[in-house]
């Protein structure tokens, strides 16, 4: 008693005008592990906890990479660690792992705070308050601090034109695989993306090359550098940098965004946070910047971020292929079954997050961390590596950003969620900004 063929056919507007909006009512309606019957490849979508652990968790070597999503992303990263299996998959996993110790943390949360001192200049309230485009001033701050992991800090600037490239080549992956016309035709689209591309070769080539010139440290914890260390190859090194751009930038910069956004519209939430922040950081008159010694003393605005990621999760599909056949939450799933997770909808999930669509950033207070049911960075071996540097990053950026101003919506409604390669608000999203009394 799953969807029919026709039942595809009618939800083909839905499916264009909201994804998110589309699966989580079919999850709603058929369960947590719906086949579709679709011609060629079958789907399934998986929203239950225990049949997405399986998955991502317990079988996950019988899980692949070969999914359509991945195989879009693969047309600008190349075989990066988004987009490979196996035994590239896990070398490379094992080279770039030391750029996420504790020690390169360190330097990352510097980095953020630098980044936060610029977006607080873009946000200054002044003393009358003054309206944002979000979304754009958080890009531009995590490509800063995306830049620092990439290669040492006097690259900067390339790093600049590098996400720059990469963001124009996504669009336009994403454009066309929303398109009828097959992928292979000689289109005006294809050749913009073949230019894109190629100008993301060659901002590559240049980093390497001036990061070869220089002597690598034996401590050296940037992408560029630790592969160069393991003796990777410039193709490599350039698959994963465009990889770390795509999965780092703007993942980041959405899940600053709603949860500004969060924090406008709810005003009593917004309030605890503030008191955290006097706590910890000082009056708003008299506040400092917070450090990398603060994270621990942090715990609200951590538990704030955790319920944006819950809501709004950058990564709201989760895709893989089945290499062999599996039975999940009781469904046969034929080898070659597309299996999509959907976290926007696992999130929703009413048994496991009563009123689930409230903002509560209690939930993940003094609660042990929750294994099931929450996976915004995904699960098992393929849990995302940035994982760690993301929340040190929000963390301190929202810390200083509201440690004296608070955000409140802007003019003008308020604008659609865009699923595209992460969750964006259509057109942008306007904040005001206020300075905190005292
Ligand atoms: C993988 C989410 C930040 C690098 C993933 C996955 C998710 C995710 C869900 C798993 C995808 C899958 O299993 O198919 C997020 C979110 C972020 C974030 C929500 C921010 C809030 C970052 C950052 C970096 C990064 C800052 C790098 C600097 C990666 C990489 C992978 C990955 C390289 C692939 C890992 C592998 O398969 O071995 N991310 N990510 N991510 N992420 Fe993140």
């Known amino acids: 008693d799953g969807p029919l063929p026709w039942d595809m056919v009618r939800a083909v507007p839905a499916i264009r005008r909201s994804p998110v909006d589309f699966l989580t009512r079919t999850a709603a309606r058929y369960g947590g592990a719906v086949a579709f019957p679709l011609p060629r490849t079958?789907?399934?979508?998986?929203?239950?906890?225990?049949?997405?652990?399986?998955v991502l968790v317990e079988n996950a070597r019988n899980y692949g990479r070969a999914t359509l999503q991945y195989k879009a992303l693969a047309t600008v990263t190349g075989q990066g660690l988004?987009?490979?299996?196996?035994?590239?998959?896990?070398?490379?996993?094992?080279?770039?792992?030391?750029?996420?110790?504790?020690?390169?943390?360190?330097?990352?949360?510097?980095?953020a705070v630098a980044a936060a001192r610029r977006l607080r200049r873009t946000?200054?309230?002044?003393?009358?308050?003054?309206?944002?485009?979000?979304?754009?001033?958080?890009?531009?701050?995590?490509?800063?601090?995306?830049?620092?992991?990439?290669?040492?800090?006097?690259?900067?600037?390339?790093?600049?034109?590098?996400?720059?490239?990469?963001?124009?080549?996504?669009?336009?992956v994403v454009a066309r695989a929303q398109s009828p016309v097959p992928g292979t035709w000689p289109t005006p689209s294809r050749r913009r993306l073949r230019a894109?591309?190629?100008?993301?070769?060659?901002?590559?080539?240049?980093?390497?090359?001036?990061?070869?010139?220089?002597?690598?440290?034996?401590?050296?914890?940037?992408?560029?550098?630790?592969?160069?260390?393991?003796?990777?190859g410039d193709e490599e090194i350039r698959d994963e940098l465009v990889t770390f751009v795509v999965a780092g930038h703007e993942t980041v910069a959405s899940c600053l965004t709603w949860t500004l956004d969060l924090l406008a519209r709810h005003p009593a939430e917004q309030a605890a946070l503030h008191a955290e922040l006097a706590d910890v950081l000082g009056a708003p008159g008299e506040s400092r910047e917070p450090t990398w010694d603060d994270l621990a003393r942090l715990p609200r605005?951590?538990?704030?971020?955790?319920?944006?990621?819950?809501?709004?999760?950058?990564?709201?599909?989760?895709?893989?292929?089945?290499?062999?056949?599996?039975?999940?939450?009781?469904?046969?799933?034929?080898?070659g079954t597309l299996v999509i997770v959907c976290t926007w909808a696992l999130h929703r999930d009413p048994e496991l997050w009563p009123e689930p669509e409230t903002f509560r950033p209690e939930r993940f207070l003094g609660a042990p961390r929750r294994e099931v049911g929450y996976v915004p960075f995904g699960a098992g071996p393929r849990l995302c590596i940035g994982r760690d540097l993301a929340l040190v990053e929000a963390v301190l950026v929202l810390a200083a950003l509201l440690r004296d101003r608070r955000?409140?919506?802007?003019?003008?409604?308020?604008?659609?969620?865009?699923?595209?390669?992460?969750?964006?608000?259509?057109?942008?999203?306007r904040l005001r900004f206020e300075t905190l009394p005292g």
Do not use: K, N
């Open 301 to 335: 605005t951590r538990a704030v971020l955790d319920e944006a990621l819950r809501l709004y999760p950058p990564a709201w599909v989760i895709t893989r292929t089945s290499l062999a056949p599996d039975t999940v939450a009781g469904v046969d799933v034929p080898a």
């Open 82 to 111: 988004l987009t490979s299996d196996g035994a590239p998959w896990r070398t490379h996993r094992r080279i770039v792992q030391p750029a996420f110790h504790h020690s390169a943390l360190d330097g990352i949360a510097e980095q």
């Open 196 to 232: 894109a591309v190629a100008e993301i070769d060659a901002v590559c080539a240049r980093i390497v090359a001036v990061r070869r010139a220089a002597t690598v440290a034996e401590d050296a914890t940037d992408l560029v550098g630790l592969m160069l260390r393991a003796g990777s």
């Open 407 to 429: 955000v409140r919506p802007g003019t003008g409604p308020r604008p659609r969620v865009e699923s595209l390669v992460t969750l964006r608000p259509a057109g942008g999203l």
């Open 42 to 54: 079958p789907v399934l979508l998986l929203t239950d906890p225990a049949a997405v652990r399986r």
């Open 123 to 172: 946000t200054d309230p002044g003393p009358r308050g003054t309206e944002v485009e979000v979304a754009e001033a958080t890009a531009r701050a995590t490509l800063e601090v995306i830049g620092r992991t990439l290669a040492e800090a006097d690259l900067r600037g390339v790093a600049e034109q590098l996400v720059d490239a990469v963001g124009r080549a996504l669009e336009l």
